[in-house]
């Protein structure tokens, strides 16, 4: 009898801030585990998970936005760390929206030079009435780069998400699962899931008050079968984003801090108490040691 063919390897989501990278991860895999919002570089590292599917394994690198907007420190860790995965994929799935922009184009010179396979995914399709209007843009994406496909998906209307984990399987080498059975997460990877559930909520109840440059430092001290107690500090550049943080008599601080809890509740199956701080350093973002101290830009779990 002959064996099925099973397909398995590692594929990386990139693309410019804001583009749905995470949103469409969250449909593919059911789970809420990268964060999700409106506002650009949500997600501060490349993060391993897995989509085990009848034919294959799909192991999905998620990465920063890639952007040339902002010159600190910050943002060039991030884009390094975006980048710096990119020759070590099996698959690069590089997502755009309806319209090509200068930093599409730094993704796609990137794609260029790792000459790695990759296909090209629209998203935001919902936003489109004629979907005929699509196809000067598919011509200038392919004379852009030679890419494997040219797929359309709407992350948040769950359109097009099949097909397209079809297609990434379709061009995946044929090899055993890189990974058996259930993964249990470390420590590490924990607190991680913490920093970036609070960070979402700051994110989406701050809007434009406060810039991209606060970031999640997260300690569990306590934890049994039932209840689970987590120390979260959130740093921020300067007092008056401290001020905004925490609101009038610390009301925004308890809303993000009642949003957070119900969503890590559901992660680890109990009871949380989530205990939030803010703190402020003058220009932090811009500050490479520190940075490099809070471990931002780091690959985990990758290839």
Same mark, same amino acid.
């Given at each position: ?6 397909? =398995? ?39 391993? =998970? ?63 030079? %790792?000459?790695?396979? %990759? ?31 040219? =797929? ?55 809007? %434009? ?50 949003? =957070? ?43």
């Amino acid at each position: 009898m002959t064996k099925t063919k099973h397909k =398995a390897g590692y594929v990386a989501v990139i693309g410019k801030p804001n583009v749905g990278k995470s949103t469409i991860l969250n449909a593919i895999l059911g789970t809420k585990t990268f964060i999700t919002s409106r506002k650009a570089q949500t997600t501060r590292n490349n993060i391993l =998970a897995i989509k085990n599917l009848s034919g294959g394994q799909i192991v999905f690198l998620d990465t920063p936005g890639i952007h040339n907007r902002n010159k600190k420190a910050l943002n060039k860790v991030l884009n390094k760390s975006a980048l710096s995965i990119i020759p070590d994929t099996d698959l690069i799935v590089f997502m755009c929206q309806p319209t090509l922009h200068a930093n599409d184009m730094t993704v796609i010179k990137a794609i260029k030079e %790792a000459e790695v396979p %990759a296909i090209c995914v629209i998203n935001k399709i919902d936003q489109v009435k004629n979907k005929n209007s699509l196809l000067p843009l598919m011509e200038q994406i392919s004379q852009e780069h030679n890419f494997l496909e040219i =797929a359309s998906t709407s992350a948040t209307k769950k359109d097009g998400i099949d097909e397209l984990m079809e297609l990434i399987l379709d061009h995946l080498p044929d090899q055993d699962p890189l990974y058996e059975g259930d993964i249990e997460l470390s420590s590490k990877e924990r607190l991680f899931q913490v920093d970036e559930i609070v960070r979402e909520k700051l994110i989406r109840q701050l809007g %434009a008050e406060i810039p991209y440059e606060l970031y999640v430092e997260s300690l569990i001290t306590e934890e049994d079968a039932r209840l689970i107690t987590i120390y979260s500090t959130i740093h921020v550049n300067k007092p008056s984003q401290k001020s905004i943080v925490v609101g009038n008599k610390g009301e925004m601080l308890k809303k993000i801090g009642t949003l =957070a809890r119900k969503d890590l509740e559901k992660v680890f199956s109990k009871k949380v108490m989530l205990k939030l701080w803010v703190k402020s350093k003058a220009n932090w973002s811009n500050d490479q040691k520190f940075i490099n101290s809070l471990g931002i830009g780091s690959v985990k779990n990758a290839k």
